[in-house]
């Protein structure tokens, strides 16, 4: 099983992979057909109060997966979303979750990926 991480602007066609949108909020300028998602589980993206503190910020990072990883535990309807998100890996060979944040080492996709792979 490989889960892949990847901005959801670049559309690399990864025909193989099952494509999941992992934000609460649809990506601006983005069309459902170019999308070409599988899934869009956007009750497993943080919090709004959790995104808004957080605000991309690297230097909150740290702060925020704990925080994130808390909310994922914690909050019913993450917590159900995070289990639909490890059966879909379960099921299939390569997950990509996709996001819109401009920031590749510092976003919710980022954290999932951790989760899933230990």
Do not use: C
Request: aromatic share 10%; hydrophobic share 35%; proline share 3%.
């Amino acid at each position: 099983m490989t889960v892949d991480i990847g901005r959801v602007y670049d559309n690399k066609d990864n025909t193989d992979a099952i494509r999941i949108l992992v934000d609460r909020v649809w990506p601006r300028g983005i069309s459902k057909r170019t999308a070409n998602l599988d899934y869009w589980l956007k009750d497993i993206a943080p919090s709004t109060e959790l995104r808004q503190w957080f605000q991309h910020d690297p230097k909150l990072f740290g702060a925020f997966k704990e925080k994130y990883e808390k909310e994922l535990r914690d909050q019913d309807a993450q917590k159900d979303a995070f289990e639909k998100l490890k059966d879909i890996v379960n099921q299939h060979n390569h997950v990509l979750l996709l996001y819109a944040a401009k920031d590749t080492k510092h976003n919710q996709a980022v954290v999932l990926q951790q989760l899933l792979n230990t």
